[in-house]
């Protein structure tokens, strides 16, 4: 079946704008995270979604950022007043609740000029 | 702070050698996996071994877990070009609420 699908794949934004990002999880699976990854750098967790449990933030660098998911389903990234440091892959993955391994997307490369 | 630690940051070997990486973490954990990540993006879901469990095998992947240290190995046999990539451990610390944290990779090179 199809996987987890985010758009869009590149996005180049001008320093302070606000940018969008959208991930839509594989059907089914109630969990959802955001994962920001720098390059050459490890995955920095943002952000989980679990059922209509509220979601875990604790990994938002700062109020800049905020996700949300709409019907369970689709979740959408928002970046505010973007700043170079955004500049970064965000990887959306999603799994069943008690599962094993999430099952990730191909991310979408943030360019911050 | 980062969950797990990989070691070695970087690993380049012959093809047909063994290749072997080793993740620490810090707390508890529930499960602990391994993903592989090839040219920046893609991970990909390798293996899942259970706290209560000690090796697992999955095809040319055999991982240890050992809790007393906190620590895993992935251990890949017979290594081949297409298994260059980066992996990654990721520690899950709760039943239920897959939160995973992710190391900051072993990059591995096979060459031919």
């Known amino acids: 079946g199809a996987g987890v699908s985010q758009s869009p794949s590149n996005k180049v934004t001008e320093k302070g704008k606000d940018v969008e990002l959208r991930c839509d999880p594989i059907s089914g699976h109630t969990a959802l995270y955001w994962y920001r990854q720098r390059l050459g750098q490890g995955l920095e967790f943002l952000i989980y979604f679990q059922g209509n449990s509220a979601p875990d933030k604790s990994g938002l660098p700062s109020d800049r950022f905020s996700a949300e998911r709409t019907g369970g389903s689709v979740s959408t990234l928002t970046i505010q007043r973007t700043q170079q440091e955004d500049s970064a892959v965000y990887l959306c993955a999603s799994s069943l609740p008690t599962s094993g391994g999430v099952r990730f997307g191909p991310g979408t490369r943030l360019t911050v000029t | 702070s980062q969950q797990g630690e990989e070691d070695p940051q970087a690993l380049s070997i012959q093809e047909g050698e063994n290749a072997t990486m080793n993740c620490s973490y810090k707390?508890?954990?529930?499960?602990l996996q391994w993903y592989r990540q090839n040219s920046g993006r893609g991970l990909v879901h390798l293996i899942l071994?259970?706290?209560?469990?000690r090796e697992k095998h999955s095809g040319r992947l055999r991982v240890t877990l050992d809790t007393s240290k906190k620590s895993s190995s992935l251990l890949i046999t017979a290594s081949r070009a297409a298994d260059t990539a980066s992996y990654f451990c990721a520690t899950a610390s709760s039943l239920g609420a897959q939160k995973l944290v992710f190391g900051q990779g072993t990059r591995l090179t096979i060459n031919p």
């Open positions: 707390t508890s954990i529930n499960n």
């Open positions: 071994i259970r706290s209560n469990e």
